[in-house]
């Protein structure tokens, strides 16, 4: 037998171990049914030998294939073919149970396969199992990596909305500046004259310059006076405080006004 030799599983070889020994067992006993003769039967002394031989030859390939034909022994008759459900497909009674997830992450039901005796379809059937496994792992880490992208989009969405709100709270602090703009130059020409000298001995400087601004441009909040002096809320309820205890200025709903000394 050469060395490159393969071990033949297919065509006839498919059912029975033997092919050419049944042929001659079927054509002795058809020969000896259809001629009805006794010497006809003289062939079928043979049939014994043959079933020798065929033990012989397959010991012989044992040796040659060694698990391969084994296998194959256990698969197929010698002479008769077995059952056409383990013979024609070499499968056997173990299943491999392998658990499958939806892209939507439900179980399905499992899915089972009949793991073959003939090692070349149990490797087809391994490395059929191992895309299906990896398939799925493909699957789960596309599903965390979506999880991890929409995790992300909502953070940058609140990022965003928080930002759109300090911007808004920017455009209204700039609008209330713009409204509260008073012009400086004339607040700081103070004139003492104005006021009667028993008055203005009693006052303070802050307390003049507050008088005086409000004498000339009546009617203004306090966070415009702070402005225009750039006093603290503090300094300028002070100077206010000493004002109103003279009655020297009124408030208006929340507006200041400066009013006349008495005497």
Known sequence: MPENHKLVTWGPCRYVR???YLAYLILFIGLSLTLLNIVALIPLIAIPGYIQIASIEEELL????????QQY???TGKFLPKRKCQAAAGLVKSEILVPRLTSH??????LKFT???MERTQKAVSSLVEAVMAAREAEEREASELAKAK??????????????REIERLKTALAVKETIKVEVKPALEVKPAQLLPSVLESLDQDAKQVWCLLKQKPGKYKAELMA???WGRRRLDRAVRVLRNRRLIYVRGRKLYASEPLC
Do not use: D, M
């Open 105 to 110: 992450g439900a179980l399905t039901p499992e």
């Open 62 to 69: 044992i040796k040659r294939f060694g698990k391969e034909y």
């Open 151 to 164: 995790e992300r989009i909502r953070e940058l969405e609140k990022t965003l909305a928080e930002a759109q």
């Open 73 to 75: 022994q256990q698969t």
């Open 115 to 117: 793991a073959p005796r």
């Open 18 to 20: 033997h092919p050419s």
């Open 228 to 230: 225009a002096f750039g």
